[in-house]
Nanobody
Framework: QVQLVESGGGLVQAGGSLRLSCVAS????????LGWYRRAPGNQREWVAT???????NYAASVKGRFTISRDNAKNTVYLQMNSLRPEDTAVYYC?????????WGQGTQVTVSS
């Protein structure tokens, strides 16, 4: 099974930016979709963004206009550029990949936004 590894999380002040990366152990060329979820303390997991194999993107209303998802097939990597961060964006962020027949998940990376 393909392994996904996130990086790029950290502590940032409100209004700041972070870029998360998610590297797959194998090719993402045939992946149907890649995306990000997040889970804040005490909350349920929340979908954040998705990018399809054709490059179409979708965003949760809470992040639209502030976050940008992109992919680099040559690097087997999906990114999440997060701008204008807010304290409510604090969460563990998980990437996923929809491979034929299964979904793979990363281990998560913590993002903390201070006010």
């Amino acid at each position: 099974q393909v392994q996904l590894v996130e990086s790029g999380g950290g502590l940032v002040q409100a209004g700041g930016s972070l870029r998360l990366s998610c590297v797959a152990s194998g090719s993402i060329f045939s992946v149907n979709a890649l995306g990000w979820y997040r889970r804040a303390p005490g909350n349920q997991r929340e979908w954040v963004a998705t990018i399809t194999s054709g490059g179409s993107t979708n965003y949760a209303a809470s992040v639209k206009g502030r976050f940008t998802i992109s992919r680099d097939n040559a690097k087997n990597t999906v990114y999440l550029q997060m701008n204008s961060l807010r304290p409510e964006d604090t969460a563990v962020y998980y990437c996923y990949g929809d491979y034929p027949g299964h979904r793979s998940w990363g281990q998560g990376t913590q993002v903390t936004v201070s006010s």
